[in-house]
Nanobody, 125 residues
């Protein structure tokens, strides 16, 4: 299976920005028709879908991040990105990238078979 590695997490103040990256391990490829997604989790809560991007570049977002976050992918680099703007304290959590079949979305995390280890994002008020 493909191994995914996230990076770019950190601590910012409310209103700030961060850009997360997710890359397949060296020598591994993510199928271009795979759906890729970003998810986040906070202690005591279930993993929450944030955004999904498809092989054709089409993207959908959870209402909580719509207009603030932008998901993108670079198939040539086997990379996935999440630009997060106007961050709020409630965006705090561990962010995971994942790869899944073309027909799924962030609303069905159980469909995603390949996950990264996560990167921490902390937004202070």
């Amino acid at each position: 299976p493909v191994h995914l590695v996230e990076s770019g997490g950190g601590s910012v103040q409310s209103g700030g920005s961060l850009k997360l990256s997710c890359a397949a391990a060296l020598g591994e490829d993510v199928r271009r028709d795979n759906c890729m997604g970003w998810f986040r989790q906070t202690p005591g809560k279930e993993r929450e879908g944030v955004a999904t991007i498809y092989g054709d570049g089409g993207a959908i977002y959870a209402d909580s991040v719509k207009g603030r976050f932008i998901i993108s992918r670079d198939n040539a680099k086997n990379a996935l990105y999440l630009q997060m703007n106007s961050l709020k304290p409630e965006d705090t959590g561990i962010y995971f990238c994942a790869a899944g079949p073309f027909y799924t979305s962030y609303s069905a995390p159980s469909d995603f078979a390949t996950w990264g280890q996560g990167t921490q994002v902390t937004v202070s008020s």
